[in-house]
Nanobody, 118 residues
């Protein structure tokens, strides 16, 4: 059974930081591209950042210079370090695994809420 379990969300003030974690089980983690998406109330889910099997990284423009995605294949975990948080970063953040060479399967986590408010 595949599970992606996010943690680390919460309520913070503008300018503060949070670190999200996503622990994967049931997949060969190193074979997957890992990504963080977010969905704000009333908006479509959007890609925030992704990291390839080889470590190549992409960010949505709105988080460049503030967010950092990383992965630890030994721990089957992907992280999202979020600094200088803004109210517009408020959303539910989802972990997503996809793009394995040997499989077309993709998997979502259950999401962790992030609220940035003073």
């Amino acid at each position: 059974q595949v599970q992606l379990v996010e943690s680390g969300g919460g309520l913070v003030q503008p300018g503060e930081s949070l670190r999200l974690s996503c622990a994967a089980s049931g997949i060969i983690f190193s074979m997957y591209v890992m990504a963080w998406y977010r969905q704000a109330p009333g908006k479509q889910r959007e890609l925030v950042a992704r990291i390839s099997r080889g470590g190549s990284i992409d960010y949505v423009d709105s988080v460049k210079g503030r967010f950092t995605i990383s992965r630890d294949n030994a721990k089957n975990t992907v992280y999202l370090q979020m600094n200088s948080l803004k109210p517009e970063d408020t959303a539910v953040y989802y972990c997503y695994a996809f793009g394995a060479l040997s499989s077309t399967a993709s998997y979502w986590g259950q999401g962790t809420p992030v609220t940035v408010s003073s």
